[in-house]
């Protein structure tokens, strides 16, 4: 047997495997057109390899040209089947089609530029475009949201966590699959042509060409308002609706320029040192009898109330502790700017006061801006002289960069589930809260016995994460839903969950009321949960993907707790007087009679004309909802204000005016 039947034989019997058990995963047929196609892309990958060098020879001719312009039409297709995002190529803007042709005729045509080879030229183009395509369905099965190219840096979390989630699929992603396997066959077995040398001259020309017009294609892409004017936008709360209406790899380019932090309106460090004139930061050394308690601080993953989203009723109550608090408790409703994932983005507007409002979407700060020092709250437990300044996350540290970001928060430790032992109470394969709230009491009990100054710890929870399908490990089944077309796979398992946190915080609860120190725990969700599309349907009783303003705001809150063993002001903040999660901080510092920077006392004055500001918009004192842009908006000073100070505190490091932000001495 020859070298060349013995490859066949390999390939056919890889390809063979790969087909089988591809067609195992698949759960939904639907679609003649598609399996016709799906069938068209099989026979070609087990047909190529016997095809006679004289047919293939027809591509060395001008039918190779043909192929160059029809081809990024069949990725384009291809891609966006496998999205299924909903988008139509037949139906779609003129402007939409040509900007995805464009872009993938782009692709292509600069890898032909540089090699010259249309074998390696098609088949990387399939590669990446079916990479994209299914990679993409999967991250919006998961979290609702697609990929922007902020995404991009944070892969590692991805890969964290992605092991965790099914990977069925339907013909549309399995056709894109048996694309991809006909790429591999035409680059394994198209050779005619190939081996022809050319001018040098002639290459470095053609190369020449390709890098003036790839370089020349980023910049007006990715550094100009090119395609912001033409009106690609991005919907910053459903980047799902840009995709739908712009098509996915428009909207993936588009959100490059997003990425561009541009100053705030007439940026000015003046403004803020003036500021400091009317919030002055109260001082670590003052004797005013400012309290310093114990500060227990904990994010719990997916920690939110359905039943404020829609109506939704079950057997027994989700949260009857939480609910049951009114006693030295304030409470309510925390807006945040993510939906479904991207937990870092709420911890970075609680920690530092800071809004997503003003960054671009589908970026995290920990993974792209922060690179150095930064004052936060952490930084003023540090300055107040607090002992412990743990970070607690019981899970893998890369999560986010957080084992790099954290250090320039200033936290002394960070335990993650390496800190924890093998025999550790898991629900679901995680950590479980009321596991997790133990080890806050361990390290509390531990500082106490060395330092009487008080003690900081700020925990972000994992029992809670997505997928909430399936069968889950040591989770107890207390909760039914009663509402026949709520009871979709996976809403039990995470109402269960929820009440299987609030069983942990009432007992985290329990054991510092006996704690003779004053102590505060601030307690919070960063998110709601990524349950199906279908689901958040059926409660809203509209179609999620279409709510705006006030009505898609709605989605985007969590449930918070601020308790104290001591005397604080009682408040219960409804739907009507939430407040967004970049406040709570300094909520917190002021109820629980704490010291204050200038920064904090600013955002409580911001508070009363702007509560609840996150990542696309703001409702005014007025009620009403303003993009944050909207130059008609009675606030609109305020919030170029505000926009300013978030500008220094996270960007303009060489002039950031610390003693804003900071305690004084």
């Known amino acids: 047997m020859t070298q060349k039947k013995t490859f066949k034989i390999v390939y056919l019997i890889i390809a063979a495997l790969i087909t089988a058990f591809g067609l195992s995963q698949v759960t939904d047929y639907t679609g003649k057109r598609y399996l016709v196609l799906t069938a068209a892309f099989l026979i070609f990958a087990f047909g190529f390899p016997f095809v006679s060098e004289k047919v293939r020879g027809i591509l060395d001719k001008w039918p190779r040209y043909v192929l160059l312009i029809i081809y990024p039409f069949i990725c384009y297709f291809l891609t966006e089947c496998a999205l299924d995002t909903g988008y139509s190529i037949f139906g779609a803007k003129l402007k939409a089609i040509v900007g995805n042709y464009g872009l993938y005729c782009l692709m292509l045509w600069a890898i032909y530029a540089f090699t010259l080879s249309l074998r390696w030229s098609l088949f990387l183009t399939g590669v990446l475009s079916g990479m994209f395509g299914i990679v993409n369905y999967y991250v919006i099965k998961f979290r609702q949201i697609p990929i922007l ?23 549309k992603q399995f056709m894109m699959i048996a694309f991809i396997l006909a790429c591999f066959s035409f680059f394994l077995f198209y050779r005619a042509g190939e081996e022809k040398r050319r001018d040098i001259r002639f290459r470095l020309i053609v190369a020449g060409l390709g890098v003036i017009v790839v370089i020349g294609s980023v910049y007006t892409l990715g550094a100009t308002d090119f395609l912001k004017n033409h009106g690609i936008t991005i919907n910053t709360f459903m980047p799902i609706k840009s995709y739908r209406n712009n098509g996915g790899l428009l909207t993936f380019t588009r959100s ?77 409703k925390s807006y945040v700017s993510v939906f479904g994932g991207q937990t870092a983005n709420t911890e970075y507007e609680f920690l530092s006061g800071d809004s997503k409002a003003f960054l671009p979407a589908g970026t995290t700060p920990y993974q792209l801006y922060i690179k150095s020092f930064i004052p936060t709250l952490t930084q003023n437990m540090i300055l107040d002289n607090y002992s412990g300044i743990l970070a607690l996350h019981p899970y893998k540290k890369s999560g986010y960069n957080r084992q790099n970001v954290y250090p320039y928060m200033g936290f002394s430790r960070f335990i993650t589930i390496d800190d924890f032992t093998e025999d550790t109470h898991t629900i679901g394969g995680h950590i479980d809260d009321k596991e997790d709230f133990a080890r806050i009491i361990e390290e509390y009990e531990k500082a106490k016995a060395e330092s009487d100054e008080p003690f900081y710890i700020f925990n972000v929870t994992m029992q809670n994460h997505s997928p909430y399908a399936g069968e889950w490990e040591n989770l107890p089944d207390e909760i039914d839903v009663l509402d026949d077309n709520l009871q979709q796979d996976g809403v039990e398992n995470y109402l269960n969950l929820i009440h299987e946190s609030d069983a942990a915080l009432k007992e985290l609860v329990e054991y510092f009321e006996k704690v003779e120190e004053p102590t505060v725990i601030v307690y919070f969700g960063d998110h709601q949960p990524g349950l199906s599309d279908e689901f958040y349907d059926n409660l809203l009783g509209a179609d999620k993907s279409s709510l705006k303003g006030l009505d898609q705001m709605n989605l985007y809150h969590t449930r918070f707790l601020i308790w104290a063993n001591y005397d604080i002001p009682e408040e219960n903040y409804n739907l009507e007087s939430g407040i967004s999660i970049n406040y709570l901080q300094s909520v917190m510092l002021e109820a629980c009679g704490m010291k204050k920077s200038g920064y904090n006392k600013y955002l409580l004055d911001l508070m009363k004309d702007v509560p609840i500001i996150n990542a696309n918009g703001y409702v005014g004192a007025d009620g009403n909802f303003y993009e944050v842009d909207d130059k008609t908006s009675p606030y609109y000073e305020e919030i170029n204000i505000y926009n300013t100070l978030c500008y220094n505190h996270l960007f303009d490091k060489k002039n950031r005016v610390d003693s804003f932000f900071e305690y004084g001495e």
């Open 256 to 332: 490059i320029r997003t990425m561009v932090i541009d100053k705030p309106k007439d940026y000015s460090v003046k403004t803020i040192t003036e500021l400091q004139n009317t919030y002055t930061s109260d001082s670590v050394s003052s004797d005013t009898d400012f309290k310093r308690p114990n500060v227990i601080v904990v994010m719990d993953e997916a920690y939110a109330d359905l039943q404020d989203v829609g109506e939704l009723h079950t057997d027994k109550e989700v949260m009857p502790f939480y609910d049951s608090l009114t006693e030295n408790a304030i409470k309510g």
């Open 149 to 171: 190219a902020g995404d991009i840096a944070t892969t590692g979390t991805a890969l964290n966590v992605a092991k965790e989630y099914e990977y069925s699929y339907t013909i």
